[in-house]
Every structure is written in C-alpha cells, then in structure tokens.
C-alpha cells in the first residue's frame, strides 16, 4: 500500500472517531476515487498515482469552485473550497515559479529546442522532472514564453 495512500485511510478513521462528518464525507469519496482506479488499472497505487489522482481531483475542485462562484451559488462554493483544503493537506508542497523556471531553463539546455515546434518535448520533459509537483499550466505559459 502507498505511504501516502496509508495516512489518508487513518485520517479518515481518526476523522470518524472524531465525528467530523463534513471531513469523513470528502476523506471517504477520496477513498473511493482511489479504489476505482485500483479496479479499473488491477493493481495498487503507488504514491506518484496518489499524488497524481489528489491533483487531478484538486483540479476538478478549482473549476467548481470558479463556476460556482460565478453564478452566485456561495454554499456549493464553500463546500468545494473546503474539498480543496483538505485534499491539499496530502498534497506535497507544489513548486513556486522559480523553481518551475529554473526546470524549464535546464529542459531547454538539454532539449535545445529548434522552437514552438518542440514545445511538446520540452514539456515532456518539466513534467517528467516535476513529479507531479508543478501546476503544468503555469509551466506551459512559461515554457512559451521562453521559446517564443
């Protein structure tokens, strides 16, 4: 079993325990999200598929919230903002933009890039390099920016 895939079932036991039925709630569809995967692949997540399912799902809970948000709905945007805390609870510390840049600066190096046509390699290569640990939007923008 993932180390990290392990701290999440014992925080929901303690959040049981504790009677926290909001926390329980999103701590039990988590679960769930990861058993579905461990079903549909037939084999057990390691903690890279952990952190890139928390991600994938802390994404969903960006667009809600924003959408909510625009149309007025401020209880649904609460709740997916409270999703979105406790999800990045088990998320590692994402890369700031100085990190990002000098991992871009070093894949160009390697790469050396012939220009936008090689965007593709380049960000083949941040996301190798990040491990999940870089928001690939941000990423993108600034890769675009350096062989444009």
């Known amino acids: 079993m993932s180390e ?11 959040a049981m325990k504790a009677r926290e039925k909001k926390r329980v709630a999103v701590l039990r569809m988590v679960n769930a999200e ?16 952990v952190i890139g399912l928390l991600n994938k799902m802390m994404k969903q809970r960006q667009d809600a ?3 909510f948000s625009d149309a007025g709905r401020q209880d649904l945007a609460e709740q997916e903002q409270f999703e ?4 990045q609870e088990f998320l590692p510390r994402q890369m700031d933009e100085a990190e990002l840049q000098q991992l871009i600066v070093k894949a160009i190096s390697d790469l050396k890039p012939a220009g936008m ?11 190798t390099a990040s491990a999940g640990l870089a928001d690939m939007a941000l990423a993108s923008a600034l890769v675009k920016k350096h062989l444009s």
């Open 4 to 14: 990290l895939k392990k701290i999440i079932s014992e925080a929901t036991i303690a």
């Open 34 to 49: 990861f058993k579905r995967l461990e079903v549909d692949e037939r084999r057990e997540l390691a903690d890279a598929d």
């Open 65 to 67: 919230f924003k959408q």
């Open 84 to 87: 979105m805390q406790l999800i």
């Open 117 to 127: 046509q090689d965007m593709g390699k380049v960000m083949a290569a941040v996301k």
